[in-house]
């Protein structure tokens, strides 16, 4: 009798508890302990930042290779910081968290003026070192210019992006408007890809973004012609450069410099600088924002702070 | 032969209970069986069913966060990243923590409040390449589903996800609760039907039982009905097909013992009236003759003086006085006048005196009668006495003996004693059991009883009751 019913239980335990994974441990979830400080990198990383052009995922993506190409160069890890808007990077850079840093032109006017931002290089593609702001439209808008989107729905980019909201600021002033009450509503995309995309698909009836980011855009994806269509064309600007940190060691700064110098010089360095969109990085003087610094002065501090 | 014991030994207690026990341990057993059968079934499937669904929230959960703590990691937004794993909690009820680690394996985000179990960070990591990764972690609070999703192909790091049993457990409690409700409520069902059916099996059974004790105390007019057309209903009809025959046979039986009564009878009256024409015979002409005989060699004796000798004269006259003797006593054995005369009372004392000077045993007689019994009573007190003083002549080795006989209302009762060595009462066989039915069979020709004592340390007592009312 004891032995059927012993057996009987033995069949109920056995049935009830079918663990089909097998289990790889045990935890007390109660037993909280204070976690441990990270233990320091082997060695120092070089703290590289890059503003938020396009999306963190996608600036991920396409500077890999790039940060791959230094850390086996420089032969020391390398820290990739992203932020959400450019002025959170200039923070960095003024304060030294970054060693380096891939600004866009109108934050480095703004930290070279401010606290001493350097430059180190700037990119060249299709052999300059100038850039556009593109008024963009969806494709079948009737919009020709900044003119016909009174009243619509603007996309800008990130506060003190030149491309993004500066120059757009600018033509609408230049209509005699301030612009929150020239459009309906306006956004911040805090890039340019997102920007694009808020065109595409409709979201927004119009948006200013930097012409490298919209050409890469457009490489990579050329169904993009067909739902959006560029209105206006801005003139030249200087191209968004790469600076370091008033804080960052001359030694270091040296050896980035020759290097990037010389990356388009390297085979292996070809990845690296295609999948930034770059052709190669040349040495670039001040002097060339200067055009720029024209049209920021020109735009009321009220208006560019977000 | 251990199976058979144990067979036997389980029969043993089975066999013992009750056809109602048996049937509701019938019924019981096969319902609980069926019951447990069911349950267990019913919790195999449900928790395979659970524990793949379990599986496949915890991996897409963890899918959602990996994909949406992207950008937040990205940009080092902490607090976002804070948010987005309380939100994840908060809005899957079985999600018991939830963390975010970087590439180096260091947590930067979790839901653990005041601390973190570090021995989780080790049991569970999902490899770049891989789209997630699950493992089955025991903790003291259950089981939980832990997957890891690498975010940008663990390029910023993983995002890890407990997802506890709890909720599988309570609807595998909730299930067995339920079923074993139900296994209650049709076992009680169960009980009233088997007590239902054990009413319609045994009814049958117990009437057949009681018309079974009538049969056995002699009465034969009880039928059983025939509930239903089965097994039972043809015991029942067998039972009564068989009491029919008994009844039947008891009357045939009946029928012959009425006629051996009157055939006794008739042969103990011819018996008795054939002794007392013979016991008439002796006394008037053969007494008469032997008489006449005396006198005449008496006669002969004086008067015969040229006799030759007159002493053969003497001798002949003493031999007929000793016949006569002889055939006075043979009368009176086969049947006392003075019984026909004078009655029991004065024919016992006769018997007795007789019988007193015979054996030298004393003999207390108290006979209270105040009249005359009817012939056949008489005559069967004074056989069964003459029988009984008989037999303590010969077997009882007596040193006294007595006879009571008194009316008691409509009954006479008769008690013969003596203080012998006595005898088994229970013997069957031999001239004294003869003896004894003999007496037996006179008392109850006259639906009297007739009952014997005896033994060693008391001698024996004969009881004899007859009644005068029905004769």
């Known amino acids: ?306 | 032969m251990t199976l058979k014991k144990i067979f036997r030994r389980i029969w043993a207690i089975v066999g013992a209970v009750t056809v109602r026990a048996k049937i509701l341990g019938i019924v019981l057993g096969f319902i609980i069986l069926l019951g447990v059968g069911v349950t267990l079934e019913a919790r195999y499937a449900l928790t395979a069913t659970m524990t793949a669904q379990l599986e496949e929230q915890s991996i897409s959960v963890s899918r959602d966060l990996a994909a949406r703590a992207t950008d937040p990691i990205l940009l080092n937004n902490l607090l976002g990243l804070h948010d987005l794993l309380d939100e994840t909690l908060a809005n899957n009820p079985n999600v018991r923590y939830a963390f975010i680690v970087d590439p180096q394996g260091q947590v930067i985000a979790q839901t653990f409040e005041g601390g973190f179990p570090l021995d989780l960070l080790t049991l569970n990591s999902a490899a770049s390449t891989e789209h997630h990764h699950t493992a089955l972690i025991q903790t003291d609070e259950g089981l939980v589903w832990d997957t890891a999703v690498p975010i940008l192909d663990g390029k910023i790091g993983a995002a890890r996800i407990g997802l506890a049993d709890d909720s599988m457990r309570a609807a595998l409690s909730t299930l067995t609760t339920q079923l074993l409700l139900t296994i209650l409520l049709v076992s009680a069902t169960g009980i009233l039907v088997a007590i239902f059916l054990t009413w319609i099996l045994t009814r049958p059974i117990l009437e057949l039982v009681n018309a079974t004790k009538s049969v056995a105390k002699g009465d034969f007019t009880p039928r059983v009905p025939r509930w239903a057309d089965d097994e039972i209903g043809d015991l029942a009809e067998a039972f009564n097909a068989m009491t029919e025959g008994l009844a039947r046979t008891d009357e045939l039986r009946h029928e012959r013992e009425v006629l051996r009564r009157q055939l006794l009878e008739k042969v103990i009256t011819t018996q008795e009236d054939e002794r007392r024409r013979i016991a008439r015979e002796l006394h008037d002409s053969t007494s008469q003759s032997l008489t006449s005989l005396i006198v005449g060699l008496r006669m002969m004796e004086t008067n015969c003086v040229q006799c030759a000798s007159p002493t053969k004269a003497t001798d002949l006259r003493q031999v007929a006085s000793r016949t006569l003797d002889e055939v006075r006593d043979l009368s009176m054995r086969l049947r006392p006048r003075v019984l026909d005369d004078l009655g029991l009372a004065a024919a016992l004392e006769r018997l007795v005196s007789e019988w007193q000077s015979r054996n030298k045993i004393p003999v207390d007689v108290v006979i209270q009668l105040s009249e005359r019994l009817p012939g056949e009573v008489e005559t069967a007190l004074y056989r069964i006495a003459q029988e009984t003083l008989t037999n303590i002549a010969r077997h009882a080795k007596a040193k006294s003996a007595s006879i009571l006989i008194e009316k008691h209302g409509d009954t006479v009762r008769a008690i013969v004693e003596d203080d012998g060595v006595g005898f088994d009462a229970n013997m069957n066989q031999g001239e004294r059991h003869l003896g004894l039915l003999g007496m037996r069979e006179r008392a109850e020709l006259l639906n009297g009883t007739l009952t014997v004592e005896s033994d060693p340390a008391h001698g024996t007592s004969i009881f004899i009751e007859i009644p005068l009312g029905s004769v």
């Open chain 1, 1 to 306: 009798m004891k032995k059927i019913s012993l057996l009987l239980i033995l069949v109920l335990t056995s049935c009830s508890a079918i663990p089909q994974t097998e289990i790889v441990g045990k935890v007390d979830l109660n037993n909280l302990q204070p976690l441990p400080t990270p233990e320091g990198y082997d060695a120092v990383p070089l703290r590289v930042a890059v503003a938020a052009v396009i999306s963190p995922k996608g600036t991920v993506e396409s500077y890999s290779p790039f940060l791959s190409y230094l850390e086996k160069k420089l032969n020391r890890p390398i820290k990739l910081v992203q932020r959400r808007t450019y002025l959170e990077i200039n923070d960095l850079i003024e304060h030294g968290e970054v060693d380096i840093a891939f600004v866009c032109t109108s934050a480095y006017i703004q930290g070279h003026d401010s606290f001493g931002m350097e430059l180190l290089v700037a990119p060249q593609v299709d052999g300059k070192t100038t850039y556009n702001s593109l008024l963009i439209v969806p494709a079948d808008s009737q919009a020709k210019s900044m003119k016909d989107l009174r009243g619509k729905v603007f996309a800008f980019t990130d506060p003190i992006s030149l491309s993004g909201r500066v120059y757009p600021t600018y033509l609408v002033q230049q209509l005699g408007f301030p612009p929150e009450e020239f459009f309906a509503r306006t956004i911040f995309t805090y890039s340019h890809d997102e920007a694009i995309r808020a065109v595409a698909s409709g979201v927004a009836d119009g948006a200013a973004v930097d012409s490298l980011v919209y050409d890469y855009a457009l490489a990579r994806d050329p169904s993009l012609a067909e739902k959006v269509k560029v209105i206006q064309r801005s003139p030249d600007f200087g191209i968004p450069p790469v600076v370091v940190s008033p804080f960052t060691r001359p030694q270091v700064k040296a050896e980035l410099q020759a290097l990037l110098l010389e990356m388009a010089n390297d085979p292996t360095a070809r990845d690296a600088l295609t999948s930034i969109g770059v052709e190669r990085f040349v040495l670039i003087d001040d002097s060339v924002y200067d055009s720029v610094r024209a049209l920021v002065g020109v735009i009321p501090t009220s208006a560019v702070q977000p």
